[in-house]
C-alpha cells in the first residue's frame, strides 16, 4: 500500500520547512498528544515521561493546575478540580442538572445558556477548562517539536452534536490553537488500524472511552476512507461503569443518606480500580471505608458482568442500527477494532465478537490509537505531505431539521448524509404583511421538537410585506467538512437576503468569547496588539506560502504572462506590508490578495477536477469541456 | 467546467436512468481526492471556499445518482418535467395503496410479526423494482407516463419507509 506509507519519500518537503502539526486526542478520561516524526507516528511524553494527561484541571487561588498534579487533589478538593468535563461540553444548564448527583460541583447559568462552574478562582465554563487541557499538551508538543505548532487535528466523538463539536472548536480558539480539523474518533483509529494493516474492505470501530461510545463502519478502497454510517450515545462510557460499581457498593453498605461530593468522588475512584481490577482477576476484595460508607465484601466477575449487561447491550444495539444504516451485511465486514480503555473489560469484547461473529482487533494500544491516527491525518493536512492520496470522507451523525406547527421536528439533512453537504428547505408566511419569521433549528433523529436537542433559534427579518403564502423563504443548511452547521436564507420571489439572527441555545456568545480571550491575555500579561500582528503575520505568510506553490506548479499552464505578473507582485507587495507593524494593513492585504487570486484558485479548481476525470473517458470529457 | 454541469456530466456519465454504480462510485472517489477541502486545509481561504463548494457538489451528485428515486426525478427534471406536489393518481392505484397502509397496520396492531413484516417488504421491493424497470421503458417514449410512473414510485418509497420504521420499533432498535 505504497499510497499509506507514512515514511517521507526522499524528495519530500524541505525539512526545513517541515510544518509542525499534531493530533490531539481530547478524552474524557485521559488526552493525548501525538506528532509524525522521522516518518513515525507516536504519542508525545512529558518531562517526566508520562503520555498520559489525566483530563483533569484544578482551579487554586494561586493558579491553574493541570493533570496528574491535579488528580491527585480530585477527592480532598473536588469542588475545584473538574474530572470528566468532556461530558460538559456542548450542554445547557438544563442537561447538566440531569446529570445532577453525578457531579460535585456547582453551577451557575452563562449569557449563552452555558453552564459556568463556580470555583475559588472565579466561575469557569467547560470550554475554558477543556482549552486549560489543549494548552497543556500544545506546550508539550511545542517543547519536544522545538517550535510552535502550525496546526493540529483535534478528535471528537463521532456521535458528537453539533453544539458539541463547536464547544471544542471554540476552546481550540481559546487555547490559541490552528485546528485543521475536527475528526471524529473511530475514523482516527481506523486511519491508524487501515495504516498497519494495509488490507481493504469494511472496517468496523467500536470506541468505547471514559463517557462516550461510538460506533463507525468505514470501507477503505483506493486510499480513500469512507465512513458509511456511525451511531453510538454521548453519554455512555467507563465511568457509567464505575457508577454501577459505586451505586452497588452504597446498597451493599446499607448507607442511606445522600452522598456528598467528596464521598461520590471517593467512591467512584475506588470504583474505577475494582473495574481494572476485574479485567485480569475473576474477583476483587474490598475494603472500603471512607466518610462514612463502610464495605468489606468480595466483587466477583458475574455480578460485575450483570451490574454493567445493560450498558454493554445499550452499546450492541447502538452498532445495529449503525450496520442499518450503512445498508451492509454483518458478513461485509473484515475487520473489528477495539479503541477505547473501557474496551478491556472482558465482557465487552466476548459481546463484541458474538455480534459481529468475528474476534475484534486490539493488538494497538485503544488508548493511543485515536492520538496516533489523528497525527498522520494532521501532518497530510498541514501541507507535509502533498502527493498523499490519503483522504477520508465522513458524514453527519445526527440528522438536522427545523421546528414545524405542533412541536414537530422536520428533518432537512439526514443522519449519516456525506459531508460537506447543503441542503434547502422552503417556507412561506402565513401573515399579510408578515416581515418577520421564526425558525428554530434542530438536531436528532426523533418526531417532537422536546425530543431533540436545539441548536439555535433564527429570527428571520426584512421579508417583504406581502399577502400570506406569497413569499417564498428559502432557508440553506450547510455542513462543512468539520461537521459544523451554519444557515442561511433568502426570500426568493423578490431576491431579498433575509437577516438572520443567530441565538446559539447552548454554545457560547461571540461576545463571550472575545470577552474569555481578553481576559486569557491579561492573565498571560500578553500584549493583545502584539497577537494580532502574529496572527496577522501568520496568515498573511499562508496566503504568500500558498499562491507561490500554486503559481509555481500551475501558473504558466493557467494563466497569462500578465495575470502571473501581476500576482507576483501582489505577493511581494503583501511580503512588504507584512513586515510593518500595523495589523490591520496586513490584514487588509491578506484579504485583497485573496480576491486579486480568485479567478487563478478557480481555475485551478477546474483543472483539477478535469485530472479526476482524464484518463478514463478522454474523449466524453473534452468534448463536454 | 462550472457548477451548472448536470450531475451526470460532473461524474462524466451518459445521462441515463440506468447507472454504471461502480463506476460512479470510482469516478466519486476520484473527483473528490481532487476536490475535497482536506486538500486545501493549508490553503488560501479562496481555496477552501472553493473546495467546499465543489465537494458539497459532489456529494449531491453522487446522492442523487445512486438513488434509484432520486435519480428518477433528477433525469426528468433535465427533460422539463417538474413534478406536482398533489398529483393526480388512479383510482385503482390508490385503492391498492390504502390496502398496502392497512396491511402493515395490522401487523403492528397483531403484535407485530415480524415474519410477517418481512414478507411485506420483499412485496413492496419486488413492486419497487417492477415500477422501476416500468420508468427506464417510459422514459424515452412517453414522458408523461414517466412522471405518472414516479408518483408511484414515490408513494410505494414512502410506504417502504413505514415499514422500515415499523421494523425498528419493534426490534427496538
Known amino acids: 500500500m505504497a499510497l499509506l506509507q507514512i515514511t517521507e519519500p526522499g524528495q519530500a518537503v524541505d525539512p526545513h520547512q517541515r510544518k509542525r502539526a499534531a493530533g490531539i486526542d481530547l478524552g474524557t478520561t485521559n488526552s493525548l498528544i501525538a506528532s509524525v516524526r522521522a516518518g513515525v507516528a507516536e504519542t508525545l511524553a512529558d518531562e517526566q515521561g508520562r503520555h498520559m494527561l489525566p483530563s483533569v484541571v484544578r482551579y487554586t487561588s494561586s493558579g491553574v493546575i493541570v493533570g496528574d498534579e491535579a488528580l491527585t487533589e480530585a477527592v480532598n478538593d473536588s469542588m475545584n478540580t473538574i474530572v470528566s468535563v468532556k461530558r460538559l461540553m456542548g450542554r445547557g444548564i438544563k442537561d447538566v442538572a440531569t446529570l445532577g448527583d453525578q457531579l460535585p460541583y456547582r453551577f451557575s447559568a452563562s449569557e449563552g445558556g452555558m453552564p459556568r462552574i463556580e470555583t475559588v478562582s472565579g466561575n469557569v465554563t467547560p470550554v475554558e477548562v477543556s482549552a486549560e487541557i489543549l494548552r497543556t499538551l500544545v506546550d508539550r508538543a511545542s517543547a519536544t517539536l522545538a517550535g510552535d505548532l502550525d496546526g493540529v487535528v483535534i478528535t471528537v466523538p463521532a456521535y458528537f452534536d453539533d453544539a458539541q463539536r463547536q464547544a471544542t472548536k471554540d476552546a481550540a480558539q481559546l487555547a490559541g490553537v490552528n485546528v485543521l480539523r475536527l475528526l471524529n474518533e473511530p475514523t482516527a483509529a481506523a486511519i491508524a488500524y487501515g495504516l498497519d494493516s494495509g488490507s481493504e474492505g469494511v472496517i468496523a470501530v467500536y470506541d468505547l472511552g471514559g463517557g462516550t461510545f461510538d460506533i463507525s463502519l468505514l470501507r477503505l478502497r483506493k486510499g480513500v476512507f469512507e465512513v458509511l454510517a456511525t451511531g453510538g450515545d454521548s453519554a455512555l462510557g467507563g465511568d457509567d461503569f464505575d457508577r454501577a460499581i459505586a451505586a452497588w457498593i452504597v446498597e451493599q453498605s446499607g448507607y442511606a443518606k445522600p452522598l456528598a461530593s467528596e464521598q461520590l468522588r471517593g467512591l467512584l475512584m475506588a470504583s474505577r480500580s475494582i473495574k481494572e481490577s476485574l479485567t485480569d482477576n475473576a474477583k476483587v476484595d474490598i475494603d472500603f471505608d471512607r466518610d462514612g460508607v463502610q464495605f468489606k465484601g468480595i466483587l466477583d466477575r458475574t455480578t460485575f458482568d450483570d451490574l454493567v449487561a445493560p450498558l454493554v447491550d445499550a452499546s450492541i444495539k447502538a452498532c445495529l442500527r449503525a450496520v442499518r444504516d450503512a445498508g451492509i451485511e454483518l458478513g461485509e465486514i473484515h475487520n473489528v477494532v477495539l479503541v477505547g480503555g473501557s474496551t478491556r473489560v472482558p465482557q465487552v469484547i466476548d459481546k463484541v465478537a458474538e455480534y459481529f461473529g468475528k474476534t475484534p482487533l ?120 468539520d461537521g459544523l452547521l451554519s444557515v442561511s436564507a433568502r426570500e426568493t420571489s423578490t431576491g431579498t437576503q433575509a437577516g438572520v439572527e443567530v441565538k446559539p441555545s447552548y454554545g457560547l456568545t461571540d461576545k463571550e468569547i472575545t470577552s474569555m480571550l481578553q481576559a486569557s491575555f491579561e492573565h498571560a500579561t500578553e500584549d493583545a496588539n502584539r497577537r494580532s500582528l502574529m496572527e496577522a503575520r501568520v496568515e498573511s505568510g499562508r496566503v504568500i506560502e500558498a499562491l507561490g506553490n500554486a503559481l509555481a506548479e500551475d501558473g504558466a499552464a493557467l494563466l497569462m504572462e500578465s495575470d502571473i505578473h501581476a500576482l507576483q507582485q501582489a505577493i511581494e507587495e503583501l511580503g512588504r506590508v507584512s513586515e510593518g507593524e500595523d495589523h490591520l494593513a496586513i490584514s487588509e492585504g491578506t484579504e485583497l490578495l485573496g480576491r486579486a487570486s480568485e479567478e487563478f484558485a478557480s481555475l485551478r479548481m477546474d483543472a483539477a477536477v478535469r485530472k479526476a476525470l482524464a484518463g478514463r473517458n478522454i474523449a466524453e470529457v473534452d468534448k463536454e469541456i | 467546467m462550472d457548477f451548472n454541469k448536470n450531475y451526470f456530466e460532473i461524474f462524466g456519465l451518459p445521462v441515463d436512468y440506468a447507472v454504471d454504480q461502480e463506476l460512479l462510485g470510482d469516478r466519486f472517489l476520484d473527483l473528490q481526492k481532487q476536490v475535497h477541502p482536506d486538500r486545501f486545509a493549508a490553503g488560501t481561504d479562496q481555496e477552501k471556499r472553493l473546495a467546499v463548494q465543489w465537494a458539497t457538489l459532489v456529494n449531491t451528485a453522487n446522492e442523487t445518482l445512486r438513488t434509484s428515486l432520486p435519480r428518477a426525478i433528477y433525469i426528468l427534471g433535465l427533460r422539463g418535467v417538474e413534478l406536482e406536489h398533489n398529483p393526480t393518481l388512479p383510482a385503482a392505484f390508490l385503492m391498492d395503496q390504502i390496502d398496502l397502509r392497512e396491511q402493515l397496520e395490522s401487523i403492528e396492531e397483531g403484535e407485530g410479526n415480524l415474519e410477517e413484516l418481512d414478507s411485506f417488504r420483499q412485496k413492496m421491493r419486488q413492486a419497487i423494482n417492477e415500477l422501476q424497470a416500468k420508468f427506464q421503458e417510459a422514459l424515452d417514449e412517453d414522458t408523461d407516463k414517466a412522471e405518472r410512473l414516479v408518483y408511484e414510485l414515490q408513494f410505494l418509497s414512502k410506504l417502504m419507509v413505514s415499514a422500515n420504521r415499523l421494523e425498528e420499533k419493534l426490534l427496538d432498535y
Request: hydrophobic letters at 45%.
Open chain 1, 362 to 481: 486490539n493488538n494497538m494500544d485503544p488508548d493511543k490509537v485515536v492520538a496516533v491516527g489523528a497525527a498522520v491525518q494532521a501532518n497530510v493536512l498541514v501541507g507535509n505531505k502533498p502527493d498523499d492520496e490519503m483522504l477520508l470522507l465522513d458524514v453527519l451523525p445526527l440528522s438536522l431539521g427545523l421546528e414545524t406547527v405542533g412541536g414537530l421536528a422536520e428533518k432537512v439533512i439526514s443522519r449519516n448524509t456525506a459531508i460537506p453537504a447543503v441542503r434547502a428547505q422552503e417556507f412561506t408566511t402565513y401573515k399579510d404583511g408578515q416581515t418577520a419569521m421564526l425558525i428554530h433549528v434542530l438536531q436528532g433523529e426523533r418526531e417532537l421538537v422536546t425530543d431533540c436537542r436545539s441548536l439555535a433559534r433564527f429570527e428571520l427579518t426584512g421579508i417583504p410585506p406581502m399577502v400570506a403564502g406569497a413569499a417564498k423563504i428559502e432557508v440553506m443548511f450547510n455542513v462543512d467538512a
